[in-house]
């Protein structure tokens, strides 16, 4: 076929180096893209790279702009959602803490805002909300020294207030007012090893005879103060008139003469080592009192003291030796 004569349009000029035909797609601005994956991985870089991508973009010309974009809102959106995490778990914390410090050491109770000042006296009793409604003697570290029964666990009763036990010694009697009514779970402990017989001929292995100590030991079946009954419990009064925080925990008061008290290794660690003090004791409130001692148990104890520690110092073994022959709920 044949093209009949005459002008043709001649093809269009092209800058040098163009290739002609339609223009090819604009590239997309790397780091609009950065900014959307970065917004899902660290937020504030996903911030970062998308102001930076729409400045490029302004001046080049290039695509990405909705990238960017998509990147900035991501990254403002999940900046603030880390933020109200953060506040809230923060805010969550502090409820926790507030609600810990209101627990007590045995079944919660009332608040004691500070411990009174160091030196003076126990802190007048008031009734946590579940005396007695739950005590707990679970398995410890060590197995018993003698065979025992752990006591019965769960609600006791604090009623009669106090309760009148016996210990006969090799030294003479020690008559005790049982505190029921301020410390039910050691009670409950303290009568149930006597009633299996668990004191009967052991000794009491510690004579305290200085300034600020004064307390003759006993309970432990080994003779050495590392025995018990192989299992442990809470402490009760003065501990749980304290917050767990106070540090009124750490400051010693005075522990009166004639006070009956729980021997442990921290609290909580109670089991059936006990003291007979006879006489004043500064130690911290983390001993528990369950009861009294009456005045023939303190003549017995005051003529135990006088003979003092075995080769001397002011605390060891007593020198007059002290066996518990039985210790009985009268």
């Known amino acids: 076929m044949s093209y009949p004569p005459g002008p043709y349009l001649a093809p269009p000029a092209y800058p040098p180096g163009h290739r002609g035909g339609y223009p090819g797609p604009r590239s997309t601005n790397s780091w609009a893209v950065a900014a959307l994956v970065c ?10 790279f998308g102001h930076l991508s729409l400045s490029q973009i302004k001046r080049s010309g290039e695509d990405g702009r909705g990238l960017a974009l998509a990147g900035l809102i991501i990254g403002y959106v999940m900046t603030a959602l880390t933020i109200l995490v953060v506040v809230f778990s923060l805010l969550f914390l502090v409820a926790v803490t507030q609600h810990v410090d209101e627990v007590r050491l045995n079944d919660g109770g009332p608040i004691r805002s500070a411990a009174p000042p160091s030196g003076d006296g126990l802190p007048a009793f008031v009734a946590p909300r579940n005396l007695g409604a739950n005590c707990q003697y679970p398995k410890g570290n060590q197995p018993a020294s003698s065979p025992v029964r752990p006591p019965r666990s769960g609600r006791v009763p604090t009623d009669p207030a106090r309760v009148s036990a016996s210990v006969s010694t090799t030294q003479g009697n020690i008559g005790l007012e049982l505190d029921n009514g301020k410390s039910p779970c050691t009670v409950n402990n303290f009568a149930s090893l006597a009633q299996q017989g668990y004191f009967d001929g052991t000794t009491c292995h510690r004579l305290a005879t200085a300034r600020a100590m004064k307390v003759l030991q006993c309970g432990d079946p080994t003779g050495t103060g590392a025995g018990g009954p192989g299992y442990h419990f809470p402490n009760e009064y003065p501990t749980n008139q304290y917050r767990l925080s ?19 290794a921290g609290p909580g660690t109670n089991g059936s080592q006990f003291m007979l003090v006879y006489g004043d004791t500064l130690v911290p409130p983390t001993y528990t009192v369950f009861g009294t001692v009456d005045g023939t148990g303190l003549a017995t104890l005051d003529k135990i003291a006088a003979r003092g520690v075995a080769g001397g110092g002011e605390d060891g073994k007593p020198a007059a030796e002290v066996t ?4 009985r709920l009268d």
């Open 324 to 327: 518990i022959t039985s210790a």
């Open 39 to 48: 917004a899902f991985l660290f937020a504030p870089l996903g911030i970062a």
């Open 246 to 264: 106070d540090p009124g925990l750490r400051r010693p008061l005075v522990y009166p003469r004639g006070t009956l008290v729980m021997a442990n």
